[in-house]
């Protein structure tokens, strides 16, 4: 069936340093990709999100970006402060059904 | 305010005995659906909805009912319950399709012993 694989799972950098979360999608019918941010004990919250017509979409310190070819997407998180330590995955939609990653825990170094 | 609410957000329960996770939202969305959290697992979609009276599986739909036959709730079922469904479960809705912004609940966490 289809998979979105997710890498890192953890993910340590220090404060001000920038972070990469990669993922890869198999539904070629795939056409929004979000980004959810999930803080301990919390719901899942939507950070960003690109939809298939768009290449790279930014919000000040995060961007996300797309290559349907490939059937890849990235996360990017500049000037890390310690507020972005959390979960976060990412997840493809195609036809109604959504796919989520498996996460990756990102802890911001002070 | 825009909410998605379940509950309870807490339940133990035995093996075998019926019960139901609630799941109601005010903002006038048309799709919703059920998600299970595990360790390491990431979120994975046990049930989704379209609109009302339109329901399909998500990715793991054993052991699970879910029905919509009003737009603002869309309950859980587990109509026999096992010790591999203890998880924590979350309820989201979104506008058409899914394919905007999805709304979660509060989660509820279940043990089945």
């Known amino acids: 069936g289809e998979n979105v694989e997710q890498h890192p799972s953890t993910l340590s950098v220090q404060e001000g340093d920038s972070a990469v979360i990669k993922c890869t999608y198999s539904?070629?019918?795939?056409?929004?990709f979000p980004w959810y941010k999930q803080e301990l004990g919390k719901r899942p919250q939507l950070i960003i999100d690109i939809r298939s017509n768009v290449g790279e979409k930014k919000d000040q310190r995060i961007a996300v970006t797309l290559n349907k070819t490939a059937k890849h997407f990235s996360l990017h998180i500049t000037e890390t402060q310690p507020e972005d330590s959390a979960v976060y995955f990412c997840a493809a939609l195609g036809t109604y059904k959504y796919i989520f990653g498996t996460g990756t825990r990102l802890k911001v170094l002070a | 305010e825009a909410q998605v609410t379940q509950n309870p957000r807490y339940l133990i329960t035995v093996t075998g005995k019926k019960l139901t996770v609630t799941c109601s939202q005010n903002?006038?969305?048309?799709?919703m659906s059920w998600y299970r959290q595990d360790p390491g697992l990431g979120l994975r979609q046990i049930y989704y909805s379209m609109n009302v009276e339109v329901t399909d599986k998500g990715d793991v739909p054993e052991g699970y009912k879910v029905s919509r036959k009003e737009k603002r709730n869309f309950p859980l079922i587990l109509e026999s319950p096992s010790p591999n469904q203890t998880s924590l479960y979350f309820c989201?809705?979104?506008?058409?399709?899914?394919?905007?912004?999805?709304?979660f609940g509060q989660g509820t966490r279940l043990t089945v012993v």
């Open positions: 903002m006038n969305h048309e799709y």
């Open positions: 989201a809705s979104s506008q058409t399709g899914g394919w905007t912004e999805a709304f």
């Open positions: 539904d070629s019918a795939s056409n929004y």
